[in-house]
């Protein structure tokens, strides 16, 4: 079992900067990717950003510039850094981790998420 903690939401003024992390932790397990998801109001989830093990990382166009995703293996943990916030950035933003099974298949897990406001 994974379980994966977000941190670092809250509310920011628009051109604001926020980094958020996501602390993956569990016995004997092997993440191939990470990523980042937000759900805005009356809205789907949408992938933002993710990362590889091996660090090769993609990005929605609507943050590209802007968002930086980056990865600690060691610490099982990935983070992602907004820059140039915007309103529209406004959002739950949840981690996801795609976890190998015994199999080798991968297996999503998901965090709780955290709010990100972006307000005057």
């Known amino acids: 079992q994974v379980q994966l903690v977000e941190s670092g939401g809250g509310l920011v003024q628009p051109g604001g900067s926020l980094r958020l992390s996501c602390a993956a932790s569990?016995?004997?397990?092997?993440?191939?990717?990470m990523g980042w998801y937000q759900q805005g109001p009356r809205k789907q989830r949408e992938l933002v950003a993710a990362?590889?093990?091996?660090?090769?990382?993609s990005y929605a166009d609507s943050v590209k510039g802007r968002f930086t995703i980056s990865r600690d293996n060691a610490k099982n943990t990935a983070y992602l850094q907004m820059n140039s916030l915007k309103p529209e950035d406004t959002a739950v933003y949840y981690c996801?981790?795609?976890?190998?099974?015994?199999?080798?298949?991968?297996?999503?897990?998901w965090g709780k998420g955290t709010q990100v406001t972006v307000s005057s």
């Open positions: 996801k981790a795609v976890v190998a099974d015994d199999k080798g298949y991968g297996v999503d897990h």
């Open positions: 569990g016995s004997r397990f092997e993440i191939i990717t």
């Open positions: 990362i590889t093990s091996g660090g090769a990382t």
